[in-house]
Structures are given as C-alpha cells and as structure tokens.
C-alpha cells in the first residue's frame, strides 16, 4: 500500500471537481426573466408563459425556414421552438411546430405565433423573436 500523499489527493480532488463541473442535467431550470407572462402574451426566449394548466418556456430557435415576408416562395416554410413544458409535479422539453398542436399529460400545447417576419437577406437575432403559445384540453 502506498503512503498517503497530500499532493495526488488534491490533484484527484481537483480532476473530479473539473470533471463534474462539466456534467450536464437534462431539463435543467434555465433563468427566466421574471415571473411568467399570461395567455396569449408574446414572448421572448428564456421567458415562461401560462398555457392553461401548463408553463410554456421557448429556450430555442431550432428552425426557421419560413418563407420571407418579401419574397415569392413554392414552400411556406416552418418555425420550430425547443420548448420546456411544466405540469403540476412534472417537466418535460419537446419541439414545437408552429401551429401543430402537441400532446403531453392530458392536454394540448400549440405554439400558435412567432415574430418577427422573415425578410430576405435579414437575420433574425434570437433576441428578437417572441412566441406565443395556446392550450385545449
């Protein structure tokens, strides 16, 4: 057995502190810009929103493929949203489809607005999106 040695416990304590800072938590609470938004209310990334009996976050844009304002397109296009959804007692983080209801726990949640507008050779920061989310149980 090898004599303790102060300096490999401190190296082994600082390999598993790095290590575990790297750790990630699947549906981890992100910080929100205050208190959640009522029904109907557009919002940004990052801030809830009350669905019915559902809390609505849109945390990111996945895909915008939508058809600029300013053009003639063969395809409309879409808006996806990674989206956490909180229940009573329950969480879970799904992608929405823009006006494509989704089932979860009994009830449906739609995304049912993004802004702004595509343009053409405009991008859009992702600080400047809002989403606006509906429920029907």
């Known amino acids: 057995m090898k ?3 102060p300096l ?3 190296a082994a304590v600082l390999i ?3 290590i575990s800072a790297c750790a990630t938590v699947p549906n981890a609470p992100i910080v929100s810009n205050g208190p959640a938004a009522s029904a109907g209310t557009a919002v940004p ?3 809830p929103v009350v669905a019915g009996n559902l809390v609505a976050t849109p945390m990111e844009v996945h895909e915008d493929s939508r058809c600029p304002a300013n053009a003639r397109c063969v395809w409309a296009g879409r808006v996806i949203v990674l989206t956490r959804i909180d229940g009573a007692g329950w969480r879970e983080t799904a992608y929405l489809t823009l006006g494509e209801p989704y089932a979860t726990h ?3 949640l739609t995304l049912t607005s993004a802004s702004p507008a595509a343009m053409t050779g405009e991008a859009i920061a992702p600080s400047d999106y809002r989403f606006t989310y509906s429920d029907s149980e």
């Open 16 to 18: 598993g502190s790095t």
């Open 8 to 10: 490999r416990f401190a």
């Open 106 to 108: 009994g009830t449906r």
């Open 3 to 5: 004599p303790f040695s």
């Open 45 to 47: 990334l990052g801030k």
